[in-house]
T-cell receptor
Framework: GDSVTQMEGPVTLSEEAFLTINCTYT??????LFWYVQYPGEGLQLLLK?????DKGSNKGFEATYRKETTSFHLEKGSVQVSDSAVYFC??????????FGAGTILRVKS | ETGVTQTPRHLVMGMTNKKSLKCEQH?????MYWYKQSAKKPLELMFV???????ENNSVPSRFSPECPNSSHLFLHLHTLQPEDSALYLC???????????????FGAGSRLTVL
């Protein structure tokens, strides 16, 4: 079945450092790919998405490119802030209403 | 009120209790979901309701019983739970008929359940 694998955390960075959180997926067809973020005490919210190969999703300085050849959707940000500290979830949706998540990666940014 | 609201935010129950979690959405969405979030595990999809009909039941034990009386409300009835059922239960809603690329879920803040 469909699955998502993302790098284990926690990831600890200093403010203004470069961020990469790796995400790879397994799917039988051509899924849509998502990054969701969960801030402390809150539910998940959509950060960005891409619906086909080579699409780049972007939001709030975060970017991720849908790479079909490597089945990847890595999340990047050029300069993280303390306010970016959260849990980041990579997810895919191939059909219907079934959104499949990775395990989540905790990001901690120090000032 | 806007968004997805879950109550209670925290619940402690014994293994023989019966309790319910409630979810309400004010977004006009037609699909609602229950997810289970446990430490260091991927979010597990439990149930999906589309247009008030259950369309997904991910092999969830019968001690969890969902109910969707209308498109704005979703309940999760809990009965004779086990300690390993302790987790954060997340409700979400979406406009489920727009295809995978446009089916963006809006989540509530979750109900933290502890089973003693």
């Amino acid at each position: 079945g469909d699955s998502v694998t993302q790098m284990e955390g926690p990831v600890t960075l200093s403010e203004e450092a470069f961020l990469t959180i790796n995400c790879t997926y397994t799917a039988t067809g051509y899924p849509s790919l998502f990054w969701y973020v969960q801030y402390p005490g809150e539910g998940l919210q959509l950060l960005l998405k891409a619906t086909k190969a080579d699409d780049k999703g972007s939001n709030k300085g975060f970017e991720a490119t849908y790479r079909k050849e490597t089945t990847s959707f890595h999340l990047e940000k050029g300069s993280v802030q303390v306010s970016d500290s959260a849990v980041y979830f990579c997810a895919l949706m191939e059909y219907g209403n079934k959104l499949v998540f990775g395990a989540g990666t905790i990001l901690r940014v120090k000032s | 009120e806007t968004g997805v609201t879950q109550t209670p935010r925290h619940l402690v129950m014994g293994m023989t209790n019966k309790k319910s979690l409630k979810c309400e959405q004010h977004l006009g969405h037609n699909a609602m979901y229950w997810y289970k979030q446990s430490a260091k595990k991927p979010l597990e999809l439990m149930f999906v309701y589309s247009l008030e009909e259950r369309v997904e039941n991910n092999s969830v034990p019968s001690r969890f019983s969902p109910e969707c009386p209308n498109s704005s409300h979703l309940f999760l009835h809990l009965h004779t739970l086990q300690p390993e059922d302790s987790a954060l239960y997340l409700c979400a809603s979406s406009q489920g008929d727009r295809g995978p690329g446009a089916n963006v879920l809006t989540f509530g803040a979750g109900s933290r359940l502890t089973v003693l």
